[in-house]
T-cell receptor, first 113, second 111 residues
Framework: GENVEQHPSTLSVQEGDSAVIKCTYS??????FPWYKQELGKRPQLIID?????GEKKDQRIAVTLNKTAKHFSLHITETQPEDSAVYFC????????????FGTGTQLKVEL | DADVTQTPRNRITKTGKRIMLECSQT?????MYWYRQDPGLGLQLIYY???????NKGEISDGYSVSRQAQAKFSLSLESAIPNQTALYFC??????????FGPGTRLTVL
């Protein structure tokens, strides 16, 4: 089955700096890669996703890049703000097979003033 | 707004007790999922369902069972709870575009 590894497990940045979280996956058939943000005590919520037919996707301060050859994808947050502090999860799935998402173990991002 | 809800939100029980966690959704999605979240382990899939009465095992189904008697409802049962089942449990639905929508979670403590 799919295995998703996520790094780093914790990340501390100064407000206004950029943050990068990286994930690798094992199943070359995976073609859907979402990122979820989970604030303390809240449910995970989708912030951006990318499919294997594109290499990059951007939404305001958030971008995701995908390298299919190397089987890794990354989340980039620019101009970080205190409200970006949360746990971020990457995930991967493929068409069929129940479209099961396999999640990474999460990155605790802390944006310091 | 269409949503995913879970009951109860918090539950404390004793070893050996039977527990049922309920999930309801008004999104009209066919696919529903139960996940378990432990610190440092991310979200692990317990069971999932494509439609009414369809049940599929996930990564960590041992010790759990589920029931899908209606499109809008997907319940998770622990037949005989044990302390290492103490965790945060999330129900989720999935749209046809692939996005998963999570419920608010149920915090379960087994003493």
């Amino acid at each position: 089955g799919e295995n998703v590894e996520q790094h780093p497990s914790t990340l501390s940045v100064q407000e206004g700096d950029s943050a990068v979280i990286k994930c690798t996956y094992s199943d070359s058939a995976s073609n859907y890669f979402p990122w979820y943000k989970q604030e303390l005590g809240k449910r995970p919520q989708l912030i951006i996703d990318i499919r294997s037919n594109v290499g990059e996707k951007k939404d305001q301060r958030i971008a995701v890049t995908l390298n299919k050859t190397a089987k890794h994808f990354s989340l980039h947050i620019t101009e970080t703000q205190p409200e970006d502090s949360a746990v971020y999860f990457c995930a991967a799935s493929r068409s069929g097979g129940g479209n099961k998402l396999t999640f990474g173990t999460g990155t605790q991002l802390k944006v310091e003033l | 707004d269409a949503d995913v809800t879970q009951t109860p939100r918090n539950r404390i029980t004793k070893t050996g007790k039977r527990i049922m966690l309920e999930c309801s959704q008004t999104k009209g999605h066919d696919r529903m999922y139960w996940y378990r979240q432990d610190p440092g382990l991310g979200l692990q899939l317990i069971y999932y369902s494509f439609d009414v009465k369809d049940i599929n095992k996930g990564e960590i189904s041992d010790g759990y069972s589920v029931s899908r008697q209606a499109q809008a409802k997907f319940s998770l049962s622990l037949e005989s709870a044990i302390p290492n089942q103490t965790a945060l449990y999330f129900c989720a639905t999935k749209s046809i575009t692939g996005e998963q929508f999570f419920g608010p979670g149920t915090r379960l403590t087994v003493l």
